[in-house]
């Protein structure tokens, strides 16, 4: 389970870094875009590096709104790379969000992981170790001011947010336009020899938007198994 743990906290859609920030169960994801109104199939690619102990994970990831209803929002992140590639290959994550997720307490209402070939599996919501997952506007009073920021994606002017939490610092760089996240770029550092739980040292990301567009198709379309922790072991030879 630790390992299931640590892929889902890493890796897991809408909160792509903050949760690999040594899992800090009150980090919320900041949502700057409206959902409601978003075009379905709007996407955004990344890259994100997180750095620890000497040791530096590089991971490709796709965030992109998939469906849309009067019930819910669907969004899925496409991961490669970092722990994907030990758990057989690209990892798909589907979540089924209420309408209006910012703010709310319960905003996830389904979540469904994808590894490699393997058939999609239905995830737990209240694993032991998972944060609870919240999403909310960025907050005005922690914007430093609006900035240019140059990223492989293009140059977007975009708000500054910096927040710092049990001794990490998280800057932000949010603009409203780049749908689903609103997100630019962003980095965090921690103070030397800060850890979280377990004593492990706590680590240093980076992420930038790389490519943007409005095309995305789902992926996990076939029905959900349910949930089984071996899945996440190396895949079966073949």
């Known amino acids: 389970m630790r390992f299931a743990r640590s892929l889902i906290l890493s890796l897991a859609l809408m909160a792509p870094a903050l949760p690999a920030l040594g899992q800090l169960a009150s980090a919320s994801t900041p949502l700057a875009v409206d959902l409601k109104k978003l075009p379905v199939g709007t996407w955004a690619d990344y890259n994100m590096t ?47 969000l209420v309408p209006d997720p910012v703010n709310s307490e319960r ?18 919501l209240d694993m032991p170790g998972m944060p609870a997952q919240r999403f909310e506007k960025p907050d005005p009073k922690k914007m430093k001011g609006k900035e240019q920021v140059k990223v492989p994606g293009g140059t977007f002017k975009a708000g500054h947010y910096q927040e710092v939490t049990q ?18 770029k962003l980095t965090s550092a921690a103070k030397p020899g800060a850890t979280g739980p377990g004593g492990q040292p706590i680590p240093s990301v980076s992420m930038e938007l790389v ?13 959900a198994k349910p949930f089984d922790p071996s899945a996440f072991g190396p895949p079966p030879p073949k």
């Open 211 to 223: 490519a943007r567009g409005k095309d995305a198709k789902p992926i996990i379309t076939k029905g």
């Open 50 to 96: 997180v750095s620890a102990g000497g040791q530096t994970m590089k991971v490709k990831s796709r965030f992109a709104l998939v469906a849309r209803d009067a019930n819910s929002v669907t969004l899925e992140t496409i991961n490669e790379g970092g722990p994907t590639a030990a758990a057989g290959g690209k990892q798909v994550i589907k979540l089924v």
């Open 167 to 184: 001794g990490v610092t998280v800057d932000a760089w949010i603009n409203e336009e780049i749908g689903p996240l609103g997100l630019v």
């Open 107 to 124: 905003p996830v209402k389904s979540m469904v992981m994808k590894v490699g070939d393997r058939d999609p599996m239905e995830m737990p």
